[in-house]
């Protein structure tokens, strides 16, 4: 993005992104002048953006695999949904689900000079849960636009679908942990493991040391999802969608019209 600094670049790209949510005409990519060409420009413009949605009550935090550097997108009330829950189907351009673990944090952990450790991060964590995260784009295209795009319109998250969890053993497996996902009844995938991103511990740090701290930190109360355990799995209108992790809890999604 050119100028990537500018303060008046960065509002503009907020509010292109935001049009395709009010009805306004989805674009392939955003202009040229308000692209942005650094992370740094990705996540100004995600947090204006977020400024313009609500307040803050949750995150989706990955990485492409253990070793990468994690991403984030900061997720607002009207997004975040308890299980069972009923989604349209209608309004998006496509809908994708996403088997995922998220944690709810019972202890703020604000913005610190002193980086969070792995075992304070976990410490303020209340419970973890099954979760679905449904992902769309606001783009006219499925990964049309560049990455850093997709960064700054909140990495395609579309809603997070929190279900039922446990309060002890926080931490979860992430090579070992039986995962299950149906559609409309049928098994589409039973598996051990499968999120790549590796340990989740890792990925929360990340986001309270860093990832988070732009707009607050991790509030008391906030769910925070770990990435995808199955990959992304594309559903048409009136399909119903269910996940349980063994040992954790289950969640439910029905997809309508």
Do not use: C
């Amino acid at each position: 993005m050119t100028n990537h600094n500018s303060e008046e670049r960065i509002e503009a790209a907020a509010e292109r992104l935001l049009s395709p949510r009010n009805g306004g005409p989805r674009i392939v990519d955003l202009p040229e002048n308000l692209r942005p060409t650094t992370w740094k420009a990705a996540y100004a413009i995600q947090d204006a953006l977020i400024s313009r949605l609500g307040p803050v009550v949750g995150w989706k935090v990955g990485a492409r695999d253990a070793a990468a550097e994690p991403f984030r997108a900061a997720l607002t009330a009207q997004t975040v949904l308890l299980s069972p829950a009923n989604v349209p189907h209608a309004g998006h351009a496509v809908v994708g689900v996403e088997a995922e673990t998220v944690y709810r944090f019972d202890k703020a952990l604000p913005p610190r000079e002193r980086p969070y450790t792995e075992e304070e991060v976990l410490s303020a964590v209340g419970s973890v849960h099954a979760a679905i995260e449904l992902v769309d784009t606001h783009f006219a295209v499925w990964k049309g636009a560049g990455q850093l795009s997709q960064i700054a319109d909140q990495f395609n998250h579309a809603a997070l679908i929190v279900g039922s969890g446990r309060e002890t053993g926080l931490s979860v497996d992430a090579s070992h942990q039986p995962v299950k996902l149906l559609v409309n009844g049928e098994v589409v995938l039973d598996q051990r493991g499968g999120n790549a991103a590796g340990p989740s511990a890792r990925l929360l740090a990340w986001l309270a040391n860093g990832g988070a701290t732009s707009l607050g930190g991790i509030r008391e109360g906030a769910y925070v999802t770990t990435g995808s355990w199955t990959g992304i799995t594309f559903v048409g209108p009136r399909t119903r969608v269910e996940v349980s992790f063994e040992g954790i809890g289950s969640v439910a999604v029905d997809i309508g019209a």
